[in-house]
């Protein structure tokens, strides 16, 4: 949401292929793909199983190094092996299984792993970790075990972790994929203050699309390559071409088109539920006022044919 012109990350010409277990074939994962990330954006990756999104998310910390092309987080080449810790302590990675992320018995013992690795000073440690609590909502926690937390609970300490070791940007791998409702919503809440109120630029890979909606900007994937790219509006209204890659639209988006398709004159980029509602109140009241002046004019003929009379 703020955004400026300083790069977060870069990605010129990235191809990255893998051998196939099956036959030691090279497959590619990521076709010649080129990115750019500003500083304070919130950037949402798209697409179906296999379409690539989620290595290239990797290769945006480092976790995964391009076969060609180069990949830049804050100016640093992710294949320059002396600047991989300041690289990953810049762009965070959360993944999709919370449990995988936690290693300590006790909430506030795993939030300092992180930054304990470091080398960071214990003062310092100490005042990183109740801050990162504070801001996903979890210091009433932080003496608790981590395996009887919930689900969306679990993630938002898997954040915290991410967060005490101060990164200018977070990449969420399917954060909630493996949540029940109430814990996407939690952890979806946590994301949108990292980035409105904490000013952490964010890059979420999700299956949901109706995560993707308050995103700065919305990227496709299929088949190694990106396949769409804009803003959520841009994309979404787009509903044939976006289903034609395996993906859905918003609800209330595809509600919307729908509707049009019956005939009705309504907006094709409506996003969410309050927009659709405003729009069929409009067009309520324009009909109302097209009844009307019908009326009227019917009313006025009939009086001049009175007076003829």
């Given at each position: ?74 100016d640093m080449n992710t294949k ?112 949108r203050k990292l980035n409105e ?113």
């Amino acid at each position: 949401m703020n955004m400026n012109d300083e790069l977060m990350i870069k990605l010129e010409n990235v191809t990255y292929e893998y051998k196939s277990y099956i036959d030691d074939s090279m497959q590619i994962a990521v076709n010649n793909v080129n990115v750019e990330v500003k500083k304070g954006e919130f950037l949402v990756i798209l697409g179906h199983n296999g379409s690539g999104k989620s290595t290239m998310a990797k290769m945006m910390n480092g976790l995964l190094l391009p076969t060609h092309g180069e990949v830049y987080v804050m100016d640093m080449n992710t294949k320059d092996e002396d600047k991989i810790w300041d690289i990953r302590s810049k762009a965070g990675m959360v993944f999709q299984n919370p449990d995988n992320q936690i290693v300590a018995t006790i909430v506030e013992e795993d939030v300092a792993f992180g930054p304990e690795n470091l080398g960071i000073p214990p003062a310092e440690i100490r005042k990183r970790v109740d801050e990162a609590l504070e801001i996903v909502e979890m210091s009433e926690y932080k003496k608790h075990a981590p395996h009887l937390l919930s689900g969306g609970q679990k993630q938002r300490v898997a954040i915290a972790g991410i967060l005490a070791m101060n990164p200018d940007c977070i990449i969420f791998d399917e954060p909630t994929a493996m949540l029940d409702p109430n814990g996407r919503l939690e952890v979806m809440k946590t994301i949108r203050k990292l980035n409105e109120n904490e000013g952490k630029t964010i890059i979420l890979i999700t299956h949901y699309m109706e995560e993707a909606v308050k995103a700065d900007r919305i990227i496709v994937m299929s088949q190694g390559e990106i396949a769409m790219e804009g803003t959520p509006r841009e994309v979404f209204k787009q509903v044939e071409k976006v289903k034609k890659l395996g993906l859905d639209v918003p609800q209330v988006t595809e509600l919307a088109y729908e509707l049009r398709k019956e005939g009705i004159d309504i907006r094709e980029d409506v996003l969410n539920v309050e927009e659709l509602v405003d729009l069929l109140w409009l067009l309520k009241l324009k009909i109302w006022i097209i009844f009307t002046i019908q009326v009227l004019l019917l009313r006025k003929k009939h009086w001049i044919i009175l007076a003829l009379k």
